[in-house]
Nanobody, 125 residues
Framework: QVQLVESGGGLVQPGGSLRLSCAAS????????IGWFRQAPGKEREGVSC????????YYADFVKGRFTISRDNAKNTVYLQMNSLEPEDTAVYYC??????????????????WGQGTQVTVSS
């Protein structure tokens, strides 16, 4: 059974930083795509950043480019999202998701099979 466990959310002031972690377990594929998505109240879930375990290729949504950095530790099946220069508009529940047996880094929520429980990120003064 695939499990994704997120951590690292919280309350931060505008301009601050947070680091999210997601540990994946229970799958056996040699390669996969894993990434971060977010959903704000009243809005659809959207892709934030994704990474391929196959070649390390990454995707960043335009609204986080230059502020967020995704990284992975393949040995631990863990993905991180370093979020800097946070803005109130970044407030949302952040979800980790994985698609096994996929070598790309396409970051559309609809193609990801397994999801974590989500972690709240609130940016407010």
């Amino acid at each position: 059974q695939v499990q994704l466990v997120e951590s690292g959310g919280g309350l931060v002031q505008p301009g601050g930083s947070l680091r999210l972690s997601c540990a994946a377990s229970g799958f056996t594929s040699d390669y996969y795509a894993i990434g971060w998505f977010r959903q704000a109240p009243g809005k659809e879930r959207e892709g934030v950043s994704c990474i391929s375990s196959y070649d390390g290729s990454t995707y960043y949504a335009d609204f986080v480019k230059g502020r967020f950095t995704i990284s992975r530790d393949n040995a631990k099946n863990t993905v991180y999202l370093q979020m800097n220069s946070l803005e109130p508009e970044d407030t949302a529940v952040y979800y980790c998701a994985i698609r096994p047996n996929y070598g790309g880094s396409y970051c559309s929520p609809g193609i990801y099979h397994y999801w974590g429980q989500g972690t709240q990120v609130t940016v407010s003064s």
